[in-house]
C-alpha cells in the first residue's frame, strides 16, 4: 500500500479553496425541518445510501465517507447534493475513467496520481493503482455517479435525510 499522506493533502487543498469559492457565490436558504431519526431510516434502507457510502463502521467506500459530512457542509449544500448531484463535485470526490491496454474499463474514484501513476478505488472498493505509461486512456468523468433523488424522496423524506446528515459530526459525534 502506498503512502498517500503527501499528495492526497494536496488534492484535499484544492477540495478547500473550491468550497471557500463556492461559500462565497451561494447564499443560504430554509427548508423544511426534517427528523433526523427518520432520516436514518431512510439513508440505511430504501434510499440505500450505504450502498455508497459509508458512515463510522457500516456501509461502502465507493463514494465519499460522509461520518463527519455534518461538521463539512452547510444544509444548503447537503440538500443540493441530494437533488442535483452534479452541480458540484468537489475534486477530492472525483471519478476517472480508465482503459487498460487490452481493453478494460474501469472506473473508480481518484485516489490519487502523480507523473507516472494513478490509484483508485473501484466499484467493488478496491485499491487499484495503474502505471500511466500502460493505459490506453484515462480520464475524469464530469458527471456525478450520485444519482439524484428529486423524484425518489419526497420533501419530508428529503428533509428528514438531510437532518440526519447534518447530525453527523465524526466518530465521536453520535
Ligand atoms: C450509486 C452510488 C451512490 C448512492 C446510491 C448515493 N450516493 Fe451520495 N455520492 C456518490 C458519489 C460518487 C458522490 C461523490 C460525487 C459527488 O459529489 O456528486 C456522492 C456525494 C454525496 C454527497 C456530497 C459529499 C460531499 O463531500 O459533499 C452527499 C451529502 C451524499 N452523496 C449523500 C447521499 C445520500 C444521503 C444518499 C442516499 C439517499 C446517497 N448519497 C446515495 C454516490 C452515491
Not at 447564499?27 to 450505504?50: N, P, Y
Not at 471519478?95 to 494513478?118: A, E, K, M, P
Not at 483508485?120 to 486512456?137: M, V, Y
Amino acid at each position: 500500500m502506498p503512502a498517500f499522506s503527501k499528495s492526497f493533502s494536496n488534492i484535499e487543498m484544492r477540495a478547500i479553496v473550491a468550497y471557500l469559492r463556492y461559500m462565497k457565490s451561494t447564499s443560504s436558504a430554509t427548508f423544511a425541518s426534517g427528523d433526523a431519526i427518520q432520516g436514518r431510516v431512510i439513508f440505511e434502507g430504501k434510499g440505500k445510501c450505504l450502498n455508497c457510502h459509508r458512515v463510522r463502521d457500516k456501509g461502502s467506500r465507493v463514494g465519499p465517507n460522509l461520518t463527519e459530512i455534518g461538521s463539512d457542509r452547510r444544509t444548503v449544500d447537503l440538500q443540493r447534493s441530494l437533488l442535483d448531484p452534479d452541480a458540484e463535485v468537489l475534486p477530492s470526490n472525483r471519478f476517472i475513467r480508465i482503459v487498460t491496454q487490452d481493453g478494460v474499463t474501469i472506473i473508480g474514484r481518484l485516489l490519487n496520481q502523480d507523473t507516472f501513476t494513478v490509484q483508485l478505488i473501484d466499484s467493488k472498493e478496491r485499491l487499484q493503482s495503474f502505471e500511466k505509461a500502460n493505459l490506453k486512456e484515462y480520464g475524469f468523468i464530469d458527471k456525478s455517479l450520485m444519482p439524484s433523488y428529486q423524484d425518489k424522496l419526497n420533501n419530508q423524506e428529503l428533509a428528514d435525510v438531510v437532518s440526519y446528515l447534518a447530525s453527523l459530526k465524526g466518530i465521536d459525534g453520535q
